[in-house]
């Protein structure tokens, strides 16, 4: 039965007010598959493409590519879609909802397209929960090191402009902003590609108009 609190088991009683998705942000779910699991935010505005079947694993396999999503840290398995990923930094705000991901890494929706969705047409919406604020309070939590606003907005500028020709790139399957792998206050470009060898091929560059390129490794990216 649900639980009209809105706890959710190993988090608690999250908070009614949504936060929006940040670089570096720790945030966690508790899901059917693989309970609670903690992970931190690799990629915002990112470009995914999905594998889906027909069946539950059975049937034709297709891909779907999706827009402005979140990427994470892995924190799921098959059976986990649907589950809430909330902030971990002091206050459990709304933050994705879980719907794919691989060995490495995992892919949610961000929460206000969720709300947008279903909302759209005049229907109400909203989460149960406690009213509680959208951050940590003072003290509570160290802040996680994250690239400036203006460095991102550059990146993502860098992003939408080479995004294309990235995913030419056989084994490309994602491309978003984040931070830098030796630095996470220096913005990249994140670059998911799925590589059964575990290398990375020489035709991924590693600067973009003076943004690097970050590589995370993955293998297919499935609807989960």
Excluded: W
């Excluded at 891909?63 to 909330?86: E, H």
């Excluded at 759209?120 to 802040?143: D, I, K, L, P």
């Amino acid at each position: 039965m649900v639980n009209t609190s809105g706890e959710i088991i190993d988090i608690g009683v999250p908070c009614n007010t949504t936060q929006a998705p940040a670089v570096n942000l720790p945030v966690m779910k508790s899901g059917r598959t693989t309970g609670f699991v903690t992970g931190t935010i690799t990629a915002t505005n990112a470009t995914v493409s999905i594998q889906y079947q027909k069946g539950c694993n059975a049937g034709k396999k297709f891909t779907i590519t999706f827009t402005n999503q979140i990427a994470t840290t892995n924190m799921s398995a098959g059976g986990d879609s649907g589950s809430l990923l909330v902030s971990d930094d002091g206050t459990p705000n709304p933050v994705g909802l879980l719907y794919a991901g691989s060995s490495t890494t995992t892919i949610h929706n961000p929460i206000q397209d969720v709300v947008n969705a279903f909302t759209a047409g005049g229907h109400t919406f909203s989460f149960a929960g406690n009213a509680c604020g959208g951050a940590a309070a003072a003290g509570e939590v160290v802040a996680a090191a994250r690239p400036s606003d203006d460095d991102l907005s550059a990146a993502l500028r860098v992003k939408v402009e080479n995004e294309n020709d990235l995913f030419r790139i056989p084994g490309v399957l994602g491309v978003g902003i984040g931070a830098a792998e030796n630095d996470p206050a220096e913005a990249a470009i994140v670059v998911f590609f799925e590589s059964p060898r575990g290398a990375v091929p020489k035709t991924l560059p590693t600067e973009l108009d003076g943004t690097k390129v970050r590589v995370i490794l993955t293998d297919t990216i499935v609807a989960q």
